[in-house]
């Protein structure tokens, strides 16, 4: 069974950078069948799709995060980090890192709550 494990800091001050880890149990995170993303869902709003890593690494970011996000993984540890710099409030949500493959999501973290504090 697959499992995906999201974290980091609950609480981050503006103008900084936030951290994310997912740690990925019961699969590789190389296995090119699937790709990982990572969704957010601020306070009363819908999901946001941010980015993703797919097959050999290659990174993918939505246009309007892309000039603040980076995506990365180790495959040593088979995890799979988020950045997301210069936060602000706006930037509050639940962070999912999510597992899909062809263009179906099959497994989701929990997900963790991040505050941004200004």
């Known amino acids: 069974q697959v499992q995906l494990q999201e974290s980091g800091p609950g609480l981050v001050m503006a103008s900084q950078t936030l951290s994310l880890t997912c740690t990925v149990s019961g699969a590789s995170i190389t296995d090119n069948y699937y790709d990982y993303f990572w969704i957010r869902q601020p306070p009363g709003k819908g999901l946001e799709w941010m980015g993703a890593?797919?097959?050999?690494?290659?990174?993918y970011v939505g246009p309007s995060l892309r000039s603040r996000t980076s995506i990365s993984w180790d495959t040593s540890k088979n995890q799979i980090t988020l950045h997301l710099s210069s936060v602000t409030p706006e930037d509050t949500a639940v962070y999912y890192c999510v597992r899909d493959s062809d263009y179906v999501i099959r497994d989701w973290g929990q997900g963790t709550q991040v505050t941004v504090s200004s």
């Open positions: 890593i797919k097959n050999f690494g290659h990174v």
